[in-house]
């Protein structure tokens, strides 16, 4: 069953003329108190009409009483500015204005399994702690990789040719089916690459992040090594592996279920413009490209050694695991956001 909590005086008008009402009980946002969900209920609060205080209580509200279901933010005018953010506090959807005008039970299907099941009746838990698992080991200190403190100067602060310490951010769209080129044509691809581009400068303007490599298939971002930037690269990162499911529907226009592939190294390389990379010989930039094609696992955010633990911001250290190692190097990546704790 699919439920909407609107705080609108007349619920039934919420989605009136829309062929997909018959997929919904829409009740009024009061009686979200005494909501009752079964394991595969999903349950969305109709944000439309509230300001940020009341969005905040109420999906608090919305939050205890979905702890053993699936939950969502119902939002047909897309006043919400970050969306990955519900995500982040384990919703399993988001209808802005894009999905709310085509839904369908597929749609809402697709939402359900993205997320997936909630063992025990717990929703997935960002801590690390879900279901009574042992809280994440904190990330040991590396040594030999440093970050400044202070603020960037800007990329025109730094000269070309010179050898210099970045935060390498691989980012790859999965569409866990084949190329995604062949399936949808050139024309339709160089428009969807081209917004995948836009999208993913958007995500990552805040790690001062330059777009520095891209391929047909993935792109490279540098990031300065600024304490401040690359915190906010590993936040954008673990956002990004959140907001798939969102971006592919309203930011990219496709139809099918896509993933981000994403991961992250601390390295020197020589530094030249975008454009001008060709001669760029780099153990690090050589390295980063293996882990993010090769050994990163679609949905999650992975993170060589060399990383700084001072990367990450404290309140998300547990949302890393150990992944092993790969070419000599130890790696950690996120907890799936699919199933608890995994």
């Known amino acids: 069953m699919n439920f909407i909590f609107t705080s609108k005086k007349n619920p039934g008008v919420l989605l009136s003329g829309n062929k997909a009402a018959a997929l919904f009980q829409i009740l009024p946002a009061e009686s979200l108190k005494k909501h009752s969900p079964s394991a595969g209920d999903m349950s969305y609060l109709d944000i439309s009409d509230l300001d940020p205080a009341e969005i905040k209580k109420a999906l608090a509200l919305l939050k205890k009483i979905c702890a053993a279901s699936h939950w969502g933010i119902f939002d047909p005018k897309g006043r919400h500015s970050d969306p990955a953010s519900f995500f982040f506090e384990g919703a399993s959807d988001y209808l802005g204005k894009t999905a709310a005008a085509g839904l369908s039970a597929k749609r809402l299907n697709a939402a359900v399994s993205w997320r997936g099941d909630l063992p025990g009746g717990k929703a997935a838990d960002p801590s690390g702690t879900a279901n009574g698992a042992a809280k994440a080991p904190e990330i040991p200190p590396k040594k030999s990789a440093k970050l400044f403190p202070g603020k960037f100067e800007g990329w025109k602060s730094i000269r070309t040719g010179t050898v210099a310490p970045f935060l390498f951010l691989y980012a790859a769209l999965s569409t866990g089916g084949g190329a995604l080129g062949s399936r949808l044509g050139e024309a339709a691809f160089t428009v969807v690459r081209n917004r995948l581009r836009e999208f993913l400068q958007q995500r990552l303007a805040g790690?001062?992040?330059?777009?520095?490599?891209?391929?047909?298939?993935?792109?490279?971002?540098?990031?300065?090594?600024?304490?401040?930037?690359?915190?906010?690269?590993?936040?954008?990162?673990?956002?990004?592996?959140?907001?798939?499911?969102?971006?592919?529907?309203?930011?990219?226009?496709?139809?099918?279920?896509?993933d981000f592939t994403v991961a992250l190294h601390y390295g020197k390389t020589p530094f030249q413009a975008p454009g001008k990379t060709g001669t760029v010989i780099s153990d690090a930039v050589n390295f980063v490209f293996h882990l993010g094609a090769k050994h990163a696992e679609p949905g999650r955010l992975t993170m060589s050694e060399e990383v700084p633990a001072a990367a990450v911001p404290p309140g998300l250290a547990g949302l890393f695991i150990s992944a092993g190692e790969y070419e000599g190097f130890a790696i950690r990546h996120s907890r799936r956001f699919t199933r608890a704790g995994e």
């Open 207 to 258: 790690a001062s992040a330059l777009l520095w490599m891209e391929s047909e298939s993935n792109f490279l971002f540098l990031v300065p090594p600024y304490t401040a930037l690359a915190k906010a690269a590993v936040t954008a990162g673990l956002k990004l592996v959140l907001a798939a499911p969102l971006a592919g529907i309203e930011n990219l226009g496709l139809s099918m279920p896509v």
